[in-house]
């Protein structure tokens, strides 16, 4: 996977921004559409890879969902569980879109949460805006 | 029976012991499994001649449908050579599970006379699946291929079962047999289906659930246009 | 209850989703998301499901479901298993380890090809002849599987039917 180095150190900015301003917070990932892992702060490194992959399959469910219900653009998946939620994001680009996910434990505040989130993908879709496509 | 046998005869000690060694731990390389009897009948017996003149019962009473002769010097058909080395003796244990494989497939049955195990049956599995150039000798072995991998047959079972003549099945079970793809044993005849608990209703919903299912495939290949269903699932 | 449920798996690129889109009577749903690897030569890659549908005579629905192919979505093939009658497992020899791809798969889905039932169609075989069928063959063999494999172009819709017709052969001899 090749992706322009300037597009990995917009997406890393964006994940450390995040990590730090949401308390509770586990990983943030950073992906490609099709689930490659481009930046990453996590607690855990090796689930970088499989949250990569996950949560684009889970944006993918999401995107198509909305779709078949005529429901509109894919925003946001929210997955609470026991013990934390899973918040799984498009950073909608024309060319060259990300999939955000922020994995909280139980100190998480799911509205706290989903407001840094989305100050987080309007950033970094506005940096990718300005950035050159994949292989490029 | 999912092995063969083998037996020795007028072998000498240290040979006997060698060949036992060799076929246990070619056991899992070799096409089938073999085991060592003393019973006297066997599938196959390495005939030595370690003493010629042995005319003890026990050597006299060696029954056995192939002999291969350990022989000193080039050997020849059914021969190996001394001293006996891993891969001869690999190449005969194949050699051998094969022409078995072949002859039971040549075995006519109705013109056999009934054997003490009356309902006992050889039936041909699948060792591997077939190259796609043995499937292109007939238009029927792709549909034999497909209904022995998924279980393994007798010849007049895999007839049936895929409604293709019992000629056309011979055939492909003797190219399998060439290719050494088939494995042939014996088996009993299948047993009457278990009985379902024991109630009449638990029987009807299994009853119902099987049909519902082949039903479910015919439906599914008339959506489609495929092929004809076997003749069990016409029946169904 | 009987499962109505098919699936396909394999490598990106094999042709999954054209084979669905192949039987399919209703628009699939696709979950198509730009490819970022460069050794895939494909705009598009399947991250999350295929699905498509079929209806029998009596208004039922036979639905099938097509994979992720990359092992990095592994985690939704058990998933994507339950409840299906079989899988076909299309595999592109064209790509860089064919082999390599078809123990991934025989292994990935091993409980659902002992349970139902199974068959593997190669494709690109007429530009890319090794390995052979029967290099595929020994190579499901020495995994303990054995499964039909037949050459494929799955853009041929009467080689997908070939494919379903030959697991639905499976079905109805399996004990």
Partial sequence: ?????????????????????????????????????????????????????????????????????????????????????????????????????????????????LFHCKQTVKQLADSLAALPRFGA | MEFLTFI????????????????????????????????????????????????????????????????????????????????????TLNRVADALAASALNADAPQRAPTPAARAQVEFALVRWPDWSLLQQDSQFLRLATVLASRSADKQGLADRSGVSLECCQRFLTALAKEGLVRAALSEAEPPAPEVGGSPIVKLVAENAESAQASLWSRLRRRLGIGQPTPEARAA | MIERKLLFTGATGAGKTTAIAAISETKMVRTDVPNSDPTVSKALTTVGLDYGEITLDNGEKFRLFGTPGQQRFAFTWPILSRGAIGLIILIDNS?????????????????????????????????????????????????????????????QKADVLLLIDILLTQLENKR
Avoid at chain 1, 42 to 59: G, L, V, Y
């Fill in chain 1, 1 to 113: 996977m090749i992706v322009h180095p300037n597009i990995r150190s917009a997406a890393q900015q964006s994940v450390e921004t995040l990590f730090s301003a949401v308390a509770g917070t586990m990983s943030v990932v950073a992906s490609t559409a099709d689930g490659f892992a481009i930046a990453s702060r996590t607690t855990d490194p090796a689930q970088t890879n499989r949250i990569a992959a996950m949560s684009s399959s889970i944006a993918a469910i999401g995107a198509v969902a909305g779709a078949e219900t005529l429901l509109g653009q894919l925003k946001c998946v929210t997955v609470e569980f026991d013990t934390g939620i899973l918040v799984v994001m498009e950073v909608p680009d024309i060319r060259n879109p990300l999939v955000l996910t922020l994995v909280l434990d139980q100190r998480g505040l799911l509205g706290n949460a």
């Fill in chain 3, 95 to 155: 790509a860089a380890d064919p082999l390599a791809d078809i123990v991934t798969y025989a292994r990935g889905f091993q409980p659902l090809i002992e349970s139902a039932a199974c068959v593997v169609g190669v494709g690109r075989l007429e530009t890319h002849v090794r390995p052979s069928l029967d290099d595929h063959s020994r190579t499901l063999a020495s995994v303990g599987l054995l499964c039909p494999i037949i050459p494929v172009d799955v853009r």
């Fill in chain 2, 8 to 91: 020795t005869c007028n072998v000498s000690p240290r040979d006997d012991l060698l060949l036992r060694s060799m076929i246990r731990l070619l056991n899992g390389q070799s096409k089938r499994h073999w085991r060592p009897t003393d019973h006297g009948h066997a599938d196959l017996c390495f005939q030595g001649a370690a003493n010629p003149n042995d005319t003890s019962e026990s050597a006299l009473a060696v029954v056995a449908k192939h002999r291969v002769s350990l022989v000193s010097g080039t050997p020849g058909a059914n021969e190996i050579a001394l001293p006996l080395h891993v891969g001869n003796v690999l190449t």
